[in-house]
């Protein structure tokens, strides 16, 4: 399910830097920017096969230690993991197979956890982007919100970590739109972050703790979504279901 193509309004200034100008631009704002659900990890064991099937080691959070003596063992001398490394292990989740069991298991917990939240039909990617962020390695990108990039109007963001993350290791978001107060979103393995990333001010920081960052992302929106008054819509349909029990 590909997410159908969509435009800003002409009258939209997507160069503004003024975040809360450009969601006002925009129409309407959700209710809230950003939410965390939980999900049972029995049911859907997104580490345990990243473990099992990319990177066999028994600690996903700890990966950057496995490297680093993998290395050494080698005779490879490595003081520090780089942006590279960071990029060449995500690849390696990157490049898992369509009908992989990771990717099988993602299309199966929007279709169980994420589209009961909405009540309606979702267009998303057919595969996340995955990242990896060791510890000692700066961000790839600088704070920034999507629509700059995506034009898409429609669409919020689900970000999902497979380890317990918090500082400089996770997700920063800004408090509401336009604020520029980042701080770190502290989640669990089990918890997912949705937001309304097209406006919302994010990002990550130079990763100073002792954790590596492996965790998932991807944008959706309401099937045949065009409007930014769909984008509210989906989110808030989110905010509000998640609260129910």
């Known amino acids: ?18 975040r809360r100008l450009v969601a006002e ?3 309407a704002v959700p ?13 859907f064991p997104f580490a345990y096969l990243l473990s099992r099937d990319v990177f ?28 590279k490394d960071n990029l060449l292990f995500r690849e390696m989740m990157q490049s898992l197979a369509d009908n992989s069991p990771f990717f099988q298991l993602y299309r199966y917990f929007m279709t169980k956890v994420i589209t009961p939240l909405v009540g309606q039909s979702l267009s998303y990617s ?6 990896v962020h060791f510890p000692g390695t700066t961000s790839v990108s600088s704070f920034h919100h999507d629509i700059i990039v995506t034009k898409r109007i429609d669409q919020v963001n689900l970000w999902m970590p497979m380890v317990d993350l918090s500082e400089t290791a996770t997700l920063w978001l ?19 972050l949705i937001f309304d990333g097209g406006f919302l001010g994010h990002g990550s920081k130079f990763n100073d703790t ?17 409007t930014r008054s769909d984008g509210v819509n989906l989110m808030d349909l989110i905010v509000n279901n998640s609260k129910i029990g």
Do not use: W
């Open 1 to 18: 399910m590909i997410a159908l193509a969509t435009h800003l309004p002409e009258d939209i200034d997507c160069n503004c830097n003024n």
């Open 25 to 27: 631009q925009g129409g």
């Open 31 to 43: 209710a809230l920017p950003f939410v965390v659900i939980d999900y049972d990890t029995q049911q």
């Open 56 to 83: 066999k080691v028994a600690q996903l959070n700890n990966l950057h230690n496995y490297v680093k003596a993998h290395r050494q063992h080698l005779g490879v001398k490595l003081d520090q993991l780089s942006v």
């Open 126 to 131: 057919a595969h996340p982007k995955m990242r």
């Open 174 to 192: 800004e408090s509401d739109y336009g604020k520029e107060d980042y701080q770190p979103i502290a989640l669990k393995y089990g918890q997912a």
């Open 210 to 226: 002792d954790t590596t960052r492996i965790s998932f992302d991807l944008r959706f929106s309401l099937k045949g979504a065009k």
